[in-house]
């Protein structure tokens, strides 16, 4: 199963997320596929394009990603994208993947 975990400040703006597990083979999954493109995708935005201030983790079958304060205007709206398209795929697959929340 994959877990998608998004991070919540008290009043409810997003300040990362963190991506676990695998569904499926490696590399031949297209649900993990998904994910993992949308995931790249919002890291990518976020470094690169934003060049936001951001503390990034990849592993094998794990992705962390976290703001500073500073940054969490600028990187709402690309959050709440991620988060609306990985709402949309627990939706359709949901034994296949989880979404939660956590108040940090």
């Known amino acids: 199963m994959i877990c998608a975990e998004f991070f919540t400040e008290p009043n409810g703006r997003l300040v990362g997320f963190s991506i676990s597990g695998h569904n499926g083979e490696a590399g031949e999954d297209i649900i993990c596929a998904a994910v993992s493109s949308a995931a790249y995708m919002t890291v990518n935005t976020i470094t690169d394009i934003i060049k936001a201030d951001a503390r990034v983790t990849v592993e094998d079958g ?30 359709q697959y949901p034994q296949n993947i989880n979404v939660s929340y956590t108040e940090v």
């Open 62 to 91: 794990y992705m962390l990603v976290r703001i500073l304060p500073k940054e969490i205007g600028s990187c709402q709206d690309l959050f709440a994208g991620f988060k609306l398209h990985m709402l949309g795929l627990e939706e």
